[in-house]
């Protein structure tokens, strides 16, 4: 039970180091990015590797995070950090919208509307000219997401989904994961539960959406697209399913491969596409599998002290 | 007398063309230790997939302590307080024993969801309390020395087992076992008596097994219910069951398995 | 009154091509029970198939059309070997199905962006397209005439182009041949039997495998049949897959998924609710109705149309 505490702690360290150590303005630009994705990934990975709902879509709320902070901010003068919340609780609004008929059916169900999902949000956007200013996007952003500003996002909402999944709440996601009508016999009303882990996960979206368009000044509908949906699931698929600190080190190792090399970026895609498929034939436990990077003394068969997430 | 704890009247379940429950109809009394037995494909778990509301009912009615359960959702009627166990296992593969019993334990030892975000406030006591109970119902199944293995590789006679103390865990009233003993050598289902009347006897539940291996529900069940093709043919105690001349035919009609 | 047919004509004609595409997917779906992103890359693959036939190597339409379906079908056969069968014959899980085979679709979609280039390419004119005149009113007369010869002094009030007629009757003729091959000839007594339990279709001694290569084959054909009709409508490129195939997937679910005559109802309603959105409403709505009726569809009736209710064995 120290651990939780200690965890803390340590996230806690980590972000004032990363927030206030001077850095250069490559680097710190890397930094914001890598928080913002880790943000997007931790919400995917809460839906598809703990809860075992493949989605499609999930651009779709980072979208909507992003447009709600900045029409927010621009056209009715809101400060920014309500914006930004707003775009989180936003994207919750649209994936319960979605989530109350599919959370219940299997999932294919809302792997297909969540396709659907994503495409439709690109329409609004795009035909929403008064609001939206649509394809064109919306420029001249203020740049609220510094540096700190980034990193703080990240740090609590990451203790914040680390200590989810060490909490009854945890056990639920998996238990539908794994077995949804062994769940549901034991008394778990699934398709509730799916829904708040869509909830939980569209919300982080829709953050880092916001956090994006402050980090970007700009935003418009083409950065929301299949390419983004497909690197979240990516990214979650390669870290292993099931894993948080699985998913916290592809984000980082794609992000920055990614960076690195910049010149063969009209591959990303394919290789998005290859990696997907690769892993899942021939190594489909990703990196980490379903264990956490300090879980890797346990799991000997046999006798072992009792450990519990 | 104890009222009953469980009523089925006269239920009927048909899939397509296959009239799979017909007319069944017996009580169990709060605090018995019954059985549910008849040849393969008689319709045995079908009967408890339509008390648990798996199935939707075609007609008649299941009272579960003194209400009916037939328009509740599943997971509605194993809140009123029934546990059970399944025929071809259904653990959380992927996760630790321990957790697999704690999943179940935790429903009664709760917190909020602002605790479970901050670990603060009643998170840590009542996981301590949780695990503490996990630990003892894995202890009473034997299997208190495995808590940290992936239930996955346990050996398959104590994945039973871990589904047994899983569904303890849920503090029933009513336990409903699914062929605890299927592919069991006779010391195990020995064992497996033995922890059935233990658990019986200590936790004062009413528990009602599925076999359709006659000895274990012969030496420990004084109340049996037998069908056959979906309908009732005998009820009564174990000597009763024993000299039914349906029950006899049933079972050893064109040369099966022999009693 | 007249844009209203109009409008239900052009329906069907796209619906027919959606309920092609949407029974390929289907049919795979009722077998493995796991929705095949990669779908539309057969599609696309089709077509490409096609336009370098006709434009490469000169061929004619029948043959570039044989050339696309054998292509399409031994992609689809390849994949299903290479991709999903490690998958399926490691887990019955079908999340792992569902990410591979999007990531089988991102692959094939994006092979051809890096290699051939993601321009739109007009595929030639193998197909007429002069528009035929179903009704017409002659000039002052209150009757219609239907199917006029000469639209001499004629008013056309309603009329399809041949590409739309000639689009509508392939795909029946496909559809029919795919009910004949379902309901007369062994394999396809053997695919609905594994429709309805895989492992028991098994078990009876149906070679499992190969059936699942010859369904995978099957939707491939269809889709890449489907394809050209996409690609001579709305130009091809590496992309015609994906939306494509978001439309087809919504039929199926609205006519049941895993329901055969459902995807064919679902693609045909699909494609009329999308005409008569861009007839009456406006062309930027169509899409968008698409995914309302997929809300509709899994608020009112999850299971569709004609769905099955799959319910795992407990």
């Known amino acids: 039970m120290k651990k939780s505490l200690l965890g803390a702690l340590f996230l806690a360290a980590l972000g004032a180091a990363l927030a206030y150590v001077p850095m250069d303005y490559y680097t710190e630009g890397i930094l914001m990015l890598l928080c913002i994705n880790m943000i997007a990934a931790m919400g995917v990975s809460l839906l598809t590797g703990f809860t075992g709902i493949f989605t499609l879509g999930h651009a779709a709320y980072m979208a909507m995070g992003a447009y709600t902070a900045a029409i927010l901010i621009m056209n009715y003068d809101v400060p920014w950090l309500p914006s930004v919340l707003a775009g989180g609780v936003l994207a919750a609004a649209l994936a319960w919208v979605v989530g109350v008929p599919t959370m219940k059916l299997t999932g294919d169900y809302y792997a297909i509307a969540s396709l659907g999902l994503c495409e439709a949000i690109r329409l609004v956007i795009e035909n929403w000219q008064s609001v939206t200013r649509g394809a064109r996007g919306i420029p001249g952003i203020d740049p609220y ?24 709440w945890g056990r639920y996601f998996r238990a539908c994961r794994d077995d949804v009508t062994a769940a549901s016999l034991l008394g778990f009303n699934t398709p509730s539960i799916r829904l708040v882990s869509l909830l939980i996960s569209a919300f982080y979206c829709g953050i880092a959406g916001a956090l994006l368009g402050g980090y970007l000044s700009f935003i418009q509908p083409a950065m929301f697209d299949m390419m983004k949906s497909t690197e979240l699931t990516s990214l979650v698929v390669f870290g292993g399913l099931g894993s948080m600190s699985g998913t916290l080190l592809a984000t980082g190792i794609i992000t920055l491969i990614t960076e690195l090399f910049r010149p063969i970026s009209q591959y990303r895609m394919l290789i998005y596409g290859a990696v997907l498929v690769m892993v899942m034939v021939l190594r489909p436990d990703g990196l980490l599998g379903s264990r956490e990077i300090w879980e890797f003394r346990r799991r000997r068969a046999g006798a072992g002290k009792e450990e519990s997430r | 007398m104890n009222a009953p704890i469980l009523e089925i009247l006269n239920i009927n379940k048909s899939f397509g063309g296959v009239h799979a429950v017909k007319d069944v109809s017996f009580k169990i009394e709060q605090g018995e230790l019954a059985g549910l037995i008849g040849p393969n494909g008689a319709g045995k778990t079908t009967v408890f997939n339509l008390i648990t509301n798996v199935y939707p009912i075609d007609s008649g009615d299941i009272i579960f302590d003194g209400l009916s359960t037939i328009r509740l959702k599943s997971y ?66 034997g299997l208190a020395g495995r808590a940290a293995q992936t239930a996955g590789t346990l050996p398959y006679g104590m994945q039973r087992r871990l589904e047994i103390a899983r569904a303890l865990a849920l503090e029933p009233i009513l336990l409903l076992l699914d062929e605890p003993a299927a592919g069991m050598n006779p010391e195990e289902v020995a064992d497996l008596n033995k922890l059935i009347t233990g658990i019986h006897r200590d936790l004062e539940l009413t528990i009602l097994v599925i076999e359709h291996h006659m000895d274990l529900i012969m030496q420990i069940c004084p109340h049996i219910v037998c069908v056959n093709f979906g309908a009732k043919i005998a009820e009564g105690g174990p000597d009763d069951i024993r000299k039914n001349p349906e029950v006899l035919k049933a079972y050893l009609g064109d040369d099966e398995e022999a009693i | 009154m007249a844009t209203f047919l109009q409008q239900v004509v052009n329906g069907l004609s796209l619906g027919s091509v959606y309920a092609l595409i949407a029974v390929g997917y289907s049919l795979v779906y009722s077998i493995l029970l796991f929705s095949n992103f990669a779908h539309g890359g057969f599609l696309v693959v089709g077509g490409y198939a096609a336009y370098g036939m006709l434009n490469s190597m000169g061929m004619n339409i029948w043959a570039a059309g044989a050339g696309a379906i054998m292509a399409a079908g031994v992609v689809a056969i390849v994949t299903e070997r290479m991709a999903y069968r490690p998958i399926r ?35 030639p004119e193998v197909f007429p397209s002069q528009p035929i005149v179903l009704a017409a009113r002659e000039a002052g007369e209150a009757a219609l005439r239907f199917f006029p010869g000469a639209a001499e002094g004629l008013t056309p009030l309603l009329t399809i182009s041949a590409f739309d007629l000639i689009s509508l009757g392939v795909t029946v003729v496909f559809l029919l041949l795919l009910q004949m091959f ?70 199926a679910v609205i006519g049941g998924l895993g329901s055969l005559p459902g995807a064919v109802i679902g693609g045909i309603l699909l494609g009329l609710a999308e005409m008569l959105t861009a007839g009456f409403i406006s062309s930027q709505m169509r899409d968008f109705v698409v995914f309302a009726l997929l809300i509709a569809t899994l608020i009112i009736k999850p299971s569709g149309l004609f769905g099955r209710d799959i319910r795992d064995k407990v």
């Open chain 1, 145 to 168: 997401t510094t540096r700190a500003v980034a990193v703080w996002f990240f740090v609590i909402l990451a203790l914040f989904m680390f200590n989810l999944i060490y909490s009854r």
């Open chain 2, 76 to 141: 509605q009627v194993i809140r009123r307080g029934i546990a059970r166990t399944f025929q071809n296992l259904r653990l959380f593969g992927k996760s630790t024993v321990l957790d697999n019993v704690m999943t179940a334990a935790q429903v009664h030892h709760t917190y909020g969801f602002t605790e479970s975000i901050t670990h603060l406030g009643r998170w840590r006591r009542r996981e301590e309390i949780a695990r503490r109970r996990s630990m003892e119902f894995l202890e009473r199944v």
């Open chain 3, 89 to 123: 014959e490691r887990t019955s899980a079908t999340l792992y199905l569902l990410i591979a085979s999007m990531g089988v679709s991102i692959v094939i979609e994006n092979v051809f962006v890096v290699t051939i280039g993601g321009r739109y390419r007009a595929l």
């Open chain 3, 182 to 251: 379902l309901m007369r000839t062994r394999w396809g007594l053997a695919i609905r039997a594994a429709a309805c339990d895989l492992r028991t279709a098994g078990l009876m001694g149906v070679n499992v495998n190969l059936l699942i290569a010859i369904v995978f084959f099957v939707a491939g054909a269809l889709a890449a049949v489907g394809g050209i009709f996409l690609a001579t409508r709305y130009t091809l490129y590496p992309q015609l897959g994906n939306m494509i195939t978001t439309k087809a997937f919504v039929a």
